[in-house]
């Protein structure tokens, strides 16, 4: 990775990204005018009491290669305008090199226009050029516009699971947040796609996810290659009778899909039903497979819902 590469103007036809600069203090606390950017921006306890010295938190991260913010402009039409400063944009690194997590602002008059949509864009561009694998946004529960933002650009969250920060509190209100992931490694399809009959041998399963785990040490543990490694492994431990691990196997899948906010992989609820089968234990099996048709979703990958319900009304 080069930072440097990641600290400089980043431009579209309308738009220009501009590395901020200690001129920029005024601009900048000029924007916590607006009660939404001061209600919804997390700010660092030191610069709570003056805006202007977030340029100098940022400058600090600039010489340490820790992130960068970014002025957001708008780019004049002709000449009888001049360019405009819309907002900003920053990142910061988070636990390693590889994860980085972004905030922005945009005054009220310029937004919905698609500033917000093109910026995030543009980082998250340069980020994966120097090999970024994830990009993170913490935004308020109440932000919906920032919100629609991040999932415009393919973000998920698990909106089950708030973060609830002391330093967000205002005036006795605790301000709930959720943590909105993007994956920005490309993963095979062919890795995580295929149905694996009900009926599928081990001799049929193992070279599936055998597969699947030299594309995790390729590529790292990638959400979707995980939560389908753990179904794979699910499959295997019931056929070889150790329905505890299964179960458990089953049960880390879901637990990865809900934490990522992505879909949970609604046939493990099936073998949950299966395992009680097994076992004996009559009570739940048809909690879980209505469980089944209550996560259901259009995954050819998966069991079908007339299989589910064929299931039930055995």
Same mark, same amino acid.
């Given at each position: 990775?080069?930072?440097?590469?990641?600290?400089?103007?980043?431009?579209?036809?309308?738009?220009?990204?501009?590395?901020?600069?200690?001129?920029?203090? !005024?601009?900048?606390?000029?924007?916590? +005018?607006?009660? =939404?950017?001061?209600?919804?921006?997390?700010?660092?306890?030191?610069?709570?009491?003056?805006?202007?010295?977030?340029?100098?938190?940022?400058?600090?991260?600039?010489?340490?290669?820790?992130?960068?913010?970014?002025?957001?402009?708008?780019?004049?039409?002709?000449?009888?305008?001049?360019?405009?400063?819309?907002?900003?944009?920053?990142?910061?690194?988070?636990?390693?090199?590889?994860?980085?997590?972004?905030?922005?602002?945009?005054?009220?008059?310029? &937004?919905?226009?698609?500033?917000?949509?093109?910026?995030?864009?543009?980082?998250?561009?340069?980020?994966?050029?120097? &090999?970024?694998?994830?990009?993170?946004?913490?935004?308020?529960?109440?932000?919906?516009?920032?919100?629609?933002?991040?999932?415009?650009?393919?973000?998920?969250?698990?909106?089950?699971?708030?973060?609830?920060?002391?330093?967000?509190?205002?005036?006795? =209100?605790?301000?709930?947040?959720?943590?909105?992931?993007? =994956?920005? !490694?490309?993963?095979?399809?062919?890795?995580?796609?295929?149905?694996?009959?009900?009926?599928?041998?081990?001799?049929?399963?193992?070279?599936? !996810?055998?597969?699947?785990?030299?594309?995790?040490?390729?590529?790292?543990?990638?959400?979707?290659?995980?939560?389908?490694?753990?179904?794979?492994?699910?499959?295997?431990?019931?056929?070889?009778?150790?329905?505890?691990?299964?179960?458990?196997?089953?049960?880390?899948?879901?637990?990865?899909?809900? +934490?990522?906010?992505?879909?949970?992989?609604?046939?493990?609820?099936?073998?949950?039903?299966?395992?009680?089968?097994?076992?004996?234990?009559?009570?739940?099996?048809?909690?879980?497979?209505?469980?089944?048709?209550?996560?259901?979703?259009?995954?050819?990958?998966?069991?079908?819902?007339?299989?589910?319900?064929?299931?039930?009304?055995?």
């Amino acid at each position: 990775m080069d930072f440097n590469r990641i600290n400089q103007e980043l431009k579209t036809d309308k738009l220009l990204l501009k590395p901020i600069t200690t001129n920029d203090r !005024i601009f900048i606390s000029g924007m916590f +005018n607006d009660t =939404e950017i001061k209600r919804y921006y997390i700010v660092p306890k030191e610069a709570q009491q003056d805006y202007k010295r977030l340029v100098d938190y940022w400058l600090n991260d600039i010489r340490n290669g820790a992130g960068t913010c970014w002025i957001i402009i708008e780019k004049s039409k002709g000449i009888f305008s001049h360019n405009k400063q819309v907002g900003f944009i920053a990142f910061e690194f988070r636990d390693t090199l590889k994860n980085a997590r972004i905030s922005y602002a945009i005054l009220p008059e310029f &937004r919905r226009k698609g500033f917000a949509v093109t910026s995030v864009k543009l980082v998250i561009e340069r980020l994966k050029q120097e &090999r970024v694998e994830r990009i993170e946004a913490d935004i308020d529960r109440d932000n919906v516009n920032s919100e629609k933002v991040v999932e415009k650009l393919g973000f998920t969250a698990n909106k089950r699971s708030a973060l609830v920060d002391p330093e967000m509190m205002r005036d006795g =209100e605790i301000r709930l947040r959720a943590l909105w992931k993007k =994956e920005l !490694i490309e993963i095979k399809k062919e890795t995580t796609n295929g149905r694996i009959p009900l009926n599928a041998t081990l001799e049929e399963i193992v070279p599936v !996810i055998n597969k699947l785990v030299n594309e995790i040490n390729l590529k790292g543990q990638h959400p979707e290659l995980l939560i389908r490694y753990f179904y794979l492994l699910g499959r295997i431990k019931f056929l070889e009778r150790n329905y505890e691990e299964s179960q458990q196997a089953f049960g880390q899948s879901n637990m990865i899909s809900m +934490n990522e906010g992505l879909p949970q992989i609604h046939e493990n609820y099936y073998w949950f039903a299966k395992i009680k089968e097994f076992t004996g234990e009559t009570g739940g099996i048809k909690m879980y497979l209505e469980f089944a048709l209550e996560n259901y979703n259009e995954n050819p990958n998966y069991i079908s819902k007339s299989e589910i319900e064929r299931e039930l009304n055995r």
